[in-house]
T-cell receptor, first 115, second 111 residues
Framework: GAVVSQHPSRVICKSGTSVKIECRSLDFQATTMFWYRQFPKQSLMLMATSNEGSKATYEQGVEKDKFLINHASLTLSTLTVTSAHPEDSSFYIC???????????FGSGTRLTVV | GENVEQHPSTLSVQEGDSAVIKCTYSDSASNYFPWYKQELGKRPQLIIDIRSNVGEKKDQRIAVTLNKTAKHFSLHITETQPEDSAVYFCAASIEDYKLSFGAGTTVTVRA
């Protein structure tokens, strides 16, 4: 079946630094990928929709200059958390349409801890 | 945008009993309704989905029903087992656009 690989699975960074998270579709082409953030015991909140070759579409309240999204190819989307702060600590997870009828495949998630 | 509400937030059932989770959605244009199971620290796993041209779908112990008129859909798990304990999320989307998730239901199956 469709596989989405996400790296890193865990990352600890210092406040003020930037962290890049990668999301790759391994066996299919993904023109659209979605980035979610999930705080403990809460639901998945969509941050942005990543479109290959064009600018990402951000949800209301999500700072596009802080959460930089790049979708340079049909198999890779990246999320960069810039100038990270402790409140950015969360579980970040990507998903992609796998080409089947309305099927979505999720990455394994990235646990970000900002200290 | 789409608003998905999910109830209950927690559900505790005795092993072997049934569990039912209900969701409502706001956008009548939504036509795809997946259910996900998520274990702690893991990715959501699709367990069943339904499209708006179908009223009910079943896969072994899991079934989903959809009422488009009332804009609600439900997940039914029969003969629950301890391994069914997890957080379950409903979601809704229009065509191939973004998923809107419910708040989640923490299901605990008591042995």
């Amino acid at each position: 079946g469709a596989v989405v690989s996400q790296h890193p699975s865990r990352v600890i960074c210092k406040s003020g630094t930037s962290v890049k998270i990668e999301c790759r579709s391994l066996d299919f082409q993904a023109t659209t990928m979605f980035w979610y953030r999930q705080f403990p015991k809460q639901s998945l909140m969509l941050m942005a929709t990543s479109n290959e070759g064009s600018k990402a579409t951000y949800e209301q309240g999500v700072e596009k200059d802080k959460f930089l999204i790049n979708h340079a190819s049909l198999t890779l989307s990246t999320l960069t958390v810039t100038s990270a702060h402790p409140e950015d600590s969360s579980f970040y997870i990507c998903s992609a349409r796998d080409g089947s009828s309305y099927g979505y495949t999720f990455g394994s998630g990235t646990r970000l801890t900002v200290v | 945008g789409e608003n998905v509400e999910q109830h209950p937030s927690t559900l505790s059932v005795q092993e072997g009993d049934s569990a039912v989770i209900k969701c409502t959605y706001s956008d009548s244009a939504s036509n795809y309704f997946p259910w996900y199971k998520q274990e702690l620290g893991k990715r959501p796993q699709l367990i069943i989905d339904i499209r708006s041209n179908v009223g009910e779908k079943k896969d072994q112990r899991i079934a989903v029903t959809l009422n488009k008129t009332a804009k609600h859909f439900s997940l039914h798990i029969t003969e629950t087992q301890p391994e069914d304990s997890a957080v379950y999320f409903c979601a809704a989307s229009i065509e191939d656009y973004k998923l809107s998730f419910g708040a989640g239901t923490t299901v605990t199956v008591r042995a």
